[in-house]
Nanobody, 124 residues
Framework: QVQLVESGGGLVQAGGSLRLSCAAS????????MGWFRQAPGKEREFVAG????????YYADSVKGRSTISRDNGKNTNYLQMNSLKPEDTAVYYC?????????????????WGQGTQVTVSS
């Protein structure tokens, strides 16, 4: 069983930056693809970024491409989402997830383990 805990969310002004962390416990996730998703009020959960098990492949939603960087430290069983140039439309609860697909996936259905989420609020 894998437990995921996100941290690093908060309130930030438009144009600011945040670094989200996702710490895994219970077992190593070094052989898992990892992803970040977000859900804004009244909207469906959407893919934000993903990373392969070895970090060689990263991919992003068009809405955050060029402003965000996903990375991982398998030695710490942790992955990160650095978000820059934040916009009010980035306001959402951000979730970390793990999939047994080593390459990761855009599809939330492929992810077995989920964290509880961390709130990101961007003020204009």
């Amino acid at each position: 069983q894998v437990q995921l805990v996100e941290s690093g969310g908060g309130l930030v002004q438009a144009g600011g930056s945040l670094r989200l962390s996702c710490a895994a416990s219970g077992r190593t996730v070094s052989d898992y693809g990892m992803g970040w998703f977000r859900q804004a009020p009244g909207k469906e959960r959407e893919f934000v970024a993903g990373i392969s098990w070895n970090g060689f492949r990263t991919y992003y939603a068009d809405s955050v491409k060029g402003r965000s960087t996903i990375s991982r430290d398998n030695g710490k069983n942790t992955n990160y989402l650095q978000m820059n140039s934040l916009k009010p439309e980035d306001t959402a609860v951000y979730y970390c997830a793990a999939t047994s697909l080593r390459s990761g996936s855009y599809n939330s259905d492929e992810y077995r383990y989920w964290g509880q989420g961390t709130q990101v609020t961007v003020s204009s």
